[in-house]
């Protein structure tokens, strides 16, 4: 998953991806998080202060610093938060959003989308192709 | 606030490789040793 530290959109989720890591980390599904954000102009999102927020918010993965962007590129990631789920031939199978819930829209928080791609993907089932985006604070790159 | 949508890759992509820091760390890691580590 591409997030960041300091867009509402990730703030809001923050306490879902903990939640899902610690029930799915054991079954196999490995989590990375990584922030693609220009750091020079959004410098709360900067490595030091991006250890300190992994600590803060109880990230059990790893939160990597893609400085040259060029990861986010690669994964054509657009926003914060935005995920994408591999199967174990490192092949997409699912990718977009959490669940409905934004900031302020009254939608509980429950990762719904994602928990069900997971269950699919972990049960062997197919995968709904039925996907919706995630929205979220555009990736904040380097002019 | 900006309001931006996912890409939305094309399904079966193969995961791009990657070697980047890992802020608590401060060690580099790659796909390879993060994947997760179901069998077939």
Redesign the interface.
Known sequence: MFICNHCPFVKHVNPEIVKLAAEYEKKGIGFIAISSNDVENYPQDAPDLMKDNAKQMGYTFPYLYDATQETAKAYKAACTPDFYLFDTNLELVYRGQLDDSRPGNGIPLTGRDLRRAMDALLEGKEIDQDQKPSIGCNIKWKA | ????????????????E?S??????EKT?N?QA???????
Not at chain 2, 34 to 40: D, F, I, P
């Open positions: 606030m900006s309001r931006t949508p996912s890409n939305m890759l094309p399904l079966g992509t193969v995961a791009p990657f980047l820091t890992d802020t608590v760390t890691v796909l993060l994947k997760g580590k179901r069998e077939h």
